[in-house]
Each structure stands twice: as structure tokens, then as C-alpha cells.
Nanobody, 124 residues
Framework: QVQLMESGGGSVQAGGSLRLSCVAS??????MGWFRQAPGKDRDVIAV???????RSPDSMKGRFAISRDNLKSTIYLHMSSLNVEDTAKYFC????????????????????WGPGTQVTVSG
């Protein structure tokens, strides 16, 4: 079973940027995505990406977040900019281990393998 490991989190000032990485333990030809969860809240989708590089994200996450994928490195990335205190959360990557075609699901519950997460804290 593939294992995922996130990195790149940390503390940043409001307005700053971060790039998160998620490495899979083996080549992973399935949908992958970035999600986040703040204390006491549900896990929310940020963006998902298909094996071919097609991306989807909810309208609320478009503009400041960009997902990308390097299949040779079995890695996905999340580029985050103009961060604000409301972006403070634990960020997770997940993979949907089924053939979803070009449209990866946006529902967090569809993703069945998760990394341990990386904390992002934005201070004002």
C-alpha cells in the first residue's frame, strides 16, 4: 500500500507564501489532492490532480492555491500565496485509489489513503 508524506509546513507571516510537498512511497497513478483541517472543523478540499495533470478545485480555493504534480518524483506540490490567518490548519495530501478518469473527486471522504499532515500557521 502506498504511503504519503507531507513536508513544507511551518510558520509564516500574513501575506507570505509556502510550498508544500507530498511524496508517495511508490509510483502512484491515481488521483491525489491537498486538503486542510482546522481544529474543530471538517477536512476541506483545496485542490485535486489527476495522473495526467488535470486539476480541480472549489471556487473558494481558486486564485491563491495551485496544485502540481511530478510523476517521475512521485510528488505533488501545493503552492500557496497571499496567506492569511484563516489559512492556519493542518494540511494533508490524500490519494483516491480508484480509476476516476480525468475528473478526480473533490469529496475528501472519497480519498482512502492519507499522509500524517503538515501544520501551517499564519500570523497576522
Amino acid at each position: 500500500q502506498v504511503q504519503l508524506m507531507e513536508s513544507g509546513g511551518g510558520s509564516v507571516q500574513a501575506g507570505g507564501s509556502l510550498r508544500l510537498s507530498c511524496v508517495a512511497s511508490t509510483s502512484n497513478e491515481y488521483c491525489m489532492g491537498w486538503f486542510r483541517q482546522a481544529p474543530g472543523k471538517d477536512r476541506d478540499v483545496i485542490a485535486v490532480i489527476s495522473p495526467a495533470g488535470g486539476t480541480r478545485s472549489p471556487d473558494s480555493m481558486k486564485g491563491r492555491f495551485a496544485i502540481s504534480r511530478d510523476n517521475l518524483k512521485s510528488t505533488i506540490y501545493l503552492h500557496m500565496s497571499s496567506l492569511n490567518v484563516e489559512d492556519t490548519a493542518k494540511y494533508f495530501c490524500g490519494t483516491y485509489q480508484r480509476d476516476a478518469g480525468p475528473r478526480c473527486p473533490l469529496t475528501p471522504h472519497a480519498y482512502n489513503i492519507w499522509g500524517p499532515g503538515t501544520q501551517v500557521t499564519v500570523s497576522g
